[in-house]
């Protein structure tokens, strides 16, 4: 059914995205075993698969993991868009949620983990279609046995600063 007629608009053809993920499940009991910078290690090698929710952004990867530091990066497409003609600060931060999560994780045991209990992102540059790859860099700050603390960034592929973001997670186990 032609969009139009049903509002009797002209939007255009409406678009569409496939999103493919695989069982979360299988993730989540390796990370159990495994000390996390061994598990996030083993995910950007693909021994492991990604998390779900990294399929609606742009194809969001561990582009590198240390311990204490990771970096994802990551395409946006016009799906992620928000009324104004930007890409939406919630891709933003969740961006900046993963790095800083997944920064905290690098530093914990077998058997720990982490959620987040607070973030603060500071937006600074909007991002649009033409902005290109993505690259954001969480890094701890101050790693704890109860709460952690990182830092993120992201930036363009020129290293134009786009937005920045302070965490606070909670660690457990």
């Known amino acids: 059914m032609n969009h139009a007629s049903a509002t009797g608009y002209d939007w255009g053809e409406p678009r569409t995205k496939t999103v493919t993920w695989y069982d979360p499940s299988t ?7 495994m000390s996390g910078l061994d598990y996030l290690s083993a995910m950007r090698r693909g021994e492991l698969p990604p998390p779900p929710i990294s399929a609606l952004f742009g194809d969001m990867r561990i582009s590198s993991v240390a311990e ?11 799906s992620a868009y928000n009324p104004i003609g930007m890409v939406h600060g919630g891709l933003a931060c ?11 994780h690098s530093t914990l045991p077998a058997g720990s983990g982490y959620s987040s209990a607070e973030i603060k992102v500071s937006y600074l540059r909007a991002i649009h279609l033409d902005t ?4 954001a860099l969480g890094r701890v700050t101050k790693p704890g046995r109860q709460v952690a603390f990182a830092e993120g960034e992201i930036r363009d592929s020129t290293g134009k600063l786009l937005a920045t973001a302070s965490s ?3 660690v457990f186990g």
Not at 27 to 33: H, R
Request: glycine share 12%.
């Open 27 to 33: 993730g989540a009991e390796a990370a159990t075993t």
């Open 68 to 78: 204490g530091e990771v970096e994802f990066s990551c395409v946006p497409d016009e």
């Open 132 to 135: 290109g790859e993505l690259h």
């Open 168 to 170: 606070t997670c909670a």
């Open 94 to 104: 969740t961006l900046l949620d993963s790095v800083t999560g997944c920064a905290v």
